[in-house]
């Protein structure tokens, strides 16, 4: 099999959600550090043109997006795994939170945890806001079931999780959503999970 390549970097949860459904399905990923001035570079941008991380390279196959690259992981890797369902009804609900991911997920807590660990200059209440929409949307949906969709986990469930997982690193507790905090500790109990490393400014008041 051709190696895998994943152009990114260890602090995005982006880069983290393709990378534990790769452990998860047993795909070996080489990954290639990409920080800021490479991605500026001709040479990635000959990539991904918008400069973004994480971009996948698979042979002849670049991909960037990490919600794509995780739909392209199980449809060529995850043969028998259930990471995507087959109920269509089910795979609608995913892609929902797929959409999720990329809209409220990452315009709240992503965007609080860059504007506290990396000094991005965003309206960090704004970002909160929507984390706390978002996360009360979640502990409402988990009371009474294991996972967002079905009865197993999917990859709905590793594209929020990376992000919400360090909801409090952007100053965003976690302690008010506990049917959240539940559903991530079962997430950790999966083989082949590991936690993103923590960012360089620790936040005590939400932790």
């Not at 895998?4 to 534990?20: F, W």
């Not at 001709?42 to 043109?49: H, K, L, V």
């Not at 995850?78 to 269509?88: H, K, L, N, Q, R």
């Not at 999917?154 to 100053?171: F, H, M, Q, R, T």
Request: charged share 15%; aromatic share 6%.
């Amino acid at each position: 099999m051709t190696e895998l390549t994943l152009h990114g970097g260890a602090l995005s949860g982006h880069v983290h959600r393709v990378m534990l459904l790769a452990r998860m399905l047993g795909v070996a990923i080489r990954m290639e550090p990409a920080p800021p001035a490479v991605r500026q570079s001709d040479a990635f941008r000959a990539m991904n043109p918008l400069g973004q991380i994480p971009v996948l390279q698979d042979g002849a196959l670049v991909l960037s997006d990490s919600n794509a690259i995780m739909v392209y992981l199980m449809r060529r890797y995850g043969a028998g795994s259930a990471w995507i369902p087959t109920d269509p009804v089910l795979e609608a609900e995913m892609q929902r939170w797929l959409s999720l991911a990329a809209g409220e997920l990452a315009f709240g807590p992503a965007r609080a945890r860059l504007v506290l660990q990396f000094g991005i200059a965003e309206d960090l209440p704004h970002a909160q806001a929507i984390a706390a929409r978002l996360l009360g949307f979640m502990q409402r949906h988990l009371a009474g079931r294991d996972w967002l969709v079905g009865s197993t986990p999917s990859i709905a469930d590793l594209a929020l999780a990376s992000y919400v997982a360090v909801a409090p690193e952007g100053g965003v507790s976690l302690a008010p959503y506990p049917a959240v905090t539940a559903w991530l500790s079962r997430l950790r109990a999966l083989p082949g999970w590991f936690d993103m490393p923590a960012g360089p400014n620790p936040v005590e008041a939400a932790a």
